[in-house]
């Protein structure tokens, strides 16, 4: 009798607790913006997932940094983050910049061919077949001696690329990659950079030194509690000042006015606007602005690129196969399971935005040829509509779609395409 008691008690508080606990509605409709998308591409859009670009929001992005990167600065792009020919020429165009930055040996020949007159950086150092299949490969009027700096680590690579540069009877210019914080490799001490300087100062006909990379995204992820932003950044500046001032007194014959000293990437480039070191700031994802850059130095910029996709069947309560009864508990449980979605496509690098309260299911699992998604009864969706989601990071995830759909105010005005893998 008292142990039946105790049970009636515990199961009265687990209940108390579960309702406590319970999940609110975040259910709601598509807000005027997103609203006025699902109108355009139930009327034009291609009936199956597409990426989304917003020529408008871009444009506010490009005054942003176009407002930061003053000369004597200049902005480079950052083609793997917005990898497509017209939108890198379209960014090129609107910021008066022919400087990009290239990460990948396929997308560097074809930025080469298409954007003939670009000045290009590698962003990271390539094996040494790389380096050479990309000659191989190149076609037209790009001349790498004078518009291609290649990235360059250690005095390993130096070597390895110099042997190339004779082969092929080339003149390389060289980049040279230093740690300014990162530890993400490069170079790390004074006197692996006196290795490498000494063996440009050596081979004057075939290696050309172009200035220094050194990358800074470590000053803005490491959290407030463990260090100070400002004390991070002051030990960036002050390790690139140290290879610099190495460089300029050592090798006096290697310094030319105007060498790229490239730093900076989309969460710090604003962090530069009082530096008077560095000549070259580097960015791409900022200008879309992907969920990973929602960060505080990022507040200006505005989401501008985003995946849509029909909703093919659009049901009630979640039902999980041959669970009825944790799927009824769930679903008395959680406001947010009361309808269920299954859209064209899914398990992508990406956040469902718009209508607002959408969730993937953990439970029934990712999919990438119908996810589920559930939403609460609040959520006004239905077949054809669609659903939008901002990517998390652009680069990846903007090569999985075919051509992306550029939209301007509330109409389709072109169609990008993406780099060839
Ligand atoms: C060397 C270097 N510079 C700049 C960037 C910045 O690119 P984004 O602005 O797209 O983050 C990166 C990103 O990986 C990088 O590796």
Same mark, same amino acid.
């Given at each position: 009798?008292?142990?039946? /008691?105790?049970?009636?008690?515990? $199961?009265?508080?687990?209940?108390?607790?579960? !309702?406590? $606990?319970?999940?609110?509605?975040?259910?709601?409709?598509?807000?005027?913006?997103?609203?006025?998308?699902?109108?355009?591409?139930?009327?034009?859009?291609?009936?199956?997932?597409?990426?989304? @670009?917003?020529?408008?929001?871009?444009?506010?992005?490009?005054?942003?940094?176009?407002?930061?990167?003053?000369?004597?600065?200049?902005?480079?792009?950052?083609?793997?983050?917005?990898?497509?020919?017209?939108?890198?020429?379209?960014?090129?165009?609107?910021?008066?910049?022919?400087?990009?930055?290239?990460?990948?040996?396929?997308?560097?020949?074809? /930025?080469?061919?298409?954007?003939?007159?670009?000045?290009?950086?590698?962003?990271?150092?390539?094996?040494?077949?790389?380096?050479?299949?990309?000659?191989?490969?190149?076609?037209?009027?790009?001349?790498?001696?004078?518009?291609?700096?290649?990235? &360059?680590?250690?005095?390993?690579?130096?070597?390895?690329?110099?042997?190339?540069?004779?082969?092929?009877?080339?003149?390389?210019?060289?980049?040279?990659?230093?740690?300014?914080?990162?530890?993400?490799?490069? &170079?790390?001490?004074?006197?692996?950079?006196?290795?490498?300087?000494?063996?440009?100062?050596?081979?004057?006909?075939?290696?050309? $030194?172009?200035?220094?990379?050194?990358?800074?995204?470590?000053?803005?992820?490491?959290?407030?509690?463990?260090?100070?932003?400002?004390?991070?950044?002051?030990?960036?500046?002050?390790?690139?000042?140290?290879? &610099?001032?190495?460089?300029?007194?050592?090798?006096?014959?290697?310094?030319?006015?105007?060498?790229?000293?490239?730093?900076?990437?989309?969460?710090?480039?604003?962090?530069?606007?009082?530096?008077?070191?560095?000549?070259?700031?580097?960015?791409?994802?900022?200008?879309?602005?992907?969920?990973?850059?929602?960060?505080?130095?990022?507040?200006?910029?505005?989401?501008?690129?985003?995946?849509?996709?029909?909703?093919?069947?659009?049901?009630?309560?979640?039902? @999980?196969?041959?669970?009825?009864?944790?799927?009824?508990?769930?679903?008395?449980?959680?406001?947010? @399971?009361?309808?269920?979605?299954?859209?064209?496509?899914?398990?992508?690098?990406?956040?469902?935005?718009?209508?607002?309260?959408?969730?993937?299911?953990?439970?029934?699992?990712?999919?990438?040829?119908?996810?589920?998604?559930?939403?609460?009864?609040?959520?006004?969706?239905?077949?054809?509509?669609?659903?939008?989601?901002?990517?998390?990071?652009?680069?990846?995830?903007?090569?999985?779609?075919?051509?992306? $759909?550029?939209?301007?105010?509330?109409?389709? /005005?072109?169609?990008?395409? &993406? !780099?060839?893998?």
């Amino acid at each position: 009798m008292k142990l039946g /008691v105790l049970a009636v008690v515990a $199961l009265g508080i687990a209940a108390v607790a579960a !309702l406590a $606990l319970r999940p609110r509605d975040d259910g709601g409709g598509y807000d005027p913006y997103f609203r006025a998308l699902n109108d355009l591409l139930k009327r034009e859009g291609p009936a199956r997932p597409v990426l989304i @670009l917003d020529l408008d929001r871009l444009d506010r992005n490009l005054d942003v940094v176009r407002r930061s990167i003053r000369p004597p600065k200049h902005f480079r792009v950052v083609a793997k983050s917005l990898p497509s020919i017209p939108l890198l020429r379209y960014v090129c165009e609107r910021t008066g910049t022919k400087r990009v930055m290239s990460f990948h040996q396929p997308f560097l020949n074809q /930025v080469a061919e298409q954007l003939a007159d670009s000045d290009i950086l590698l962003g990271k150092p390539l094996p040494v077949r790389s380096a050479a299949a990309f000659y191989a490969a190149l076609r037209g009027n790009f001349d790498p001696s004078r518009q291609l700096q290649w990235l &360059v680590d250690t005095p390993e690579r130096l070597d390895e690329y110099l042997a190339l540069a004779e082969r092929l009877q080339q003149k390389m210019l060289i980049n040279v990659e230093i740690d300014v914080g990162l530890h993400r490799g490069g &170079v790390a001490d004074t006197s692996t950079l006196d290795r490498l300087l000494a063996v440009i100062a050596a081979h004057p006909d075939r290696l050309e $030194l172009a200035g220094f990379m050194g990358y800074d995204p470590h000053v803005v992820k490491v959290p407030g509690w463990a260090r100070r932003r400002a004390s991070l950044i002051a030990e960036v500046r002050a390790a690139y000042r140290g290879y &610099v001032e190495f460089a300029r007194a050592r090798y006096p014959q290697l310094w030319r006015d105007g060498m790229t000293l490239n730093g900076a990437g989309s969460p710090t480039y604003r962090l530069y606007e009082d530096d008077t070191l560095l000549n070259d700031l580097a960015l791409g994802s900022a200008l879309v602005k992907p969920t990973d850059f929602d960060i505080d130095t990022l507040e200006a910029h505005v989401p501008a690129l985003f995946i849509a996709t029909p909703v093919l069947k659009a049901g009630a309560a979640t039902q @999980l196969p041959g669970l009825d009864w944790l799927s009824r508990l769930l679903d008395w449980w959680n406001p947010n @399971l009361a309808r269920t979605f299954f859209v064209y496509g899914g398990y992508w690098m990406a956040r469902p935005v718009a209508p607002a309260g959408l969730h993937t299911n953990p439970l029934f699992g990712r999919s990438s040829n119908q996810e589920m998604l559930n939403g609460s009864a609040r959520v006004a969706l239905g077949v054809d509509d669609y659903v939008f989601l901002r990517p998390t990071q652009s680069e990846a995830v903007m090569l999985q779609f075919g051509d992306i $759909l550029v939209v301007r105010g509330d109409a389709v /005005v072109d169609h990008w395409a &993406v !780099l060839t893998q």
